[in-house]
């Protein structure tokens, strides 16, 4: 391979850590939805079903397996992790540090997007949990919450979800203002939602970020994530 086939490869790389299965409200079976994304061209993955306190263990006991199976076969990392969504802001660093101690390597937490009556507080329980990897589609996001997330290393993300991204503009400016770090999630529910460099590349354009701050977001981020939770990269 010469070194600009190999260049081309590194840039058309997709990172993706917010994915749906039928564990919650997905369509696909975990197992479908890495075969499908493998096959589009992803190499790391997270999948990170919707959980309360019921159906935490079973939803990671489900998706442990389901991961370890695909990963050791095929050459894709797929990750097992959680979006805890629409519990109690009290709760939210109690479950995400059972989600951790279950086995999670990916913890979100469902953020209080602009298209739905999220819990008021529920980004600043996030940031405030050194449990959290990721707060997701975090909205309207205040400067002092994306302050404390930069002091807690939980990313915020720009989100490649229709209805979410309505704030990406938002949440690139002050997280950037504040030193957050940042990534961008498919927040696939079904297989057609998955990323392609492109789509990502236009939906990080698309919040305002110039080709520079698109790079660190579809690149830098990611892998200032994977080194946080511990995933040893080649390359
Ligand atoms: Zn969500
Ligand atoms: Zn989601």
């Known amino acids: 391979m010469d070194s600009q086939t190999h260049h081309a490869e590194v840039d058309a790389r997709v990172y993706d850590f917010h994915t749906h299965t039928f564990l919650s409200d997905g369509v696909a079976s975990p197992i479908e939805i890495i075969r499908r994304a493998l096959h589009i061209g992803y190499r790391t993955m997270a999948i990170t ?4 306190p019921g159906n935490l263990e079973f939803v990671l006991k489900t ?7 695909a990963s050791r076969r095929w050459d894709i990392l797929a990750l097992p992790g959680v979006e805890i969504t629409y519990v109690p802001k009290e709760d939210i660093d109690l479950l995400a540090r ?8 990916v913890v979100n937490v469902h953020g209080e ?23 997701a589609h975090p909205g309207l996001i205040t400067p002092d919450e994306a302050r404390t997330a930069a002091e807690n290393g939980v990313f915020l993300e720009v989100s490649a979800r229709r209805g979410h991204g309505l704030a990406n503009g938002h949440v690139a400016k002050v997280a950037q203002e504040a030193g957050a770090r940042t990534v961008l999630d498919s927040d696939a529910h079904a297989p057609d939602d998955l990323l392609t460099r492109e789509f990502a590349m ?20 990611p892998r200032d994530l994977l080194a946080k939770i511990g995933v040893k990269q080649t390359r």
């Open 49 to 52: 079903d919707h959980v309360g």
């Open 63 to 69: 998706l442990i397996k389901e991961c370890e199976m």
């Open 98 to 105: 059972e989600a951790r101690r279950m086995g999670a390597r």
């Open 113 to 135: 997007t602009v298209v739905e009556p999220v819990e008021p507080g529920t980004n600043q329980a996030a940031v405030s949990s050194k449990n959290v990897d990721i707060l």
């Open 202 to 221: 236009t939906v990080a354009l698309g919040a305002g970020l110039s080709e520079e701050e698109a790079h660190v977001l579809l690149e830098t981020g």
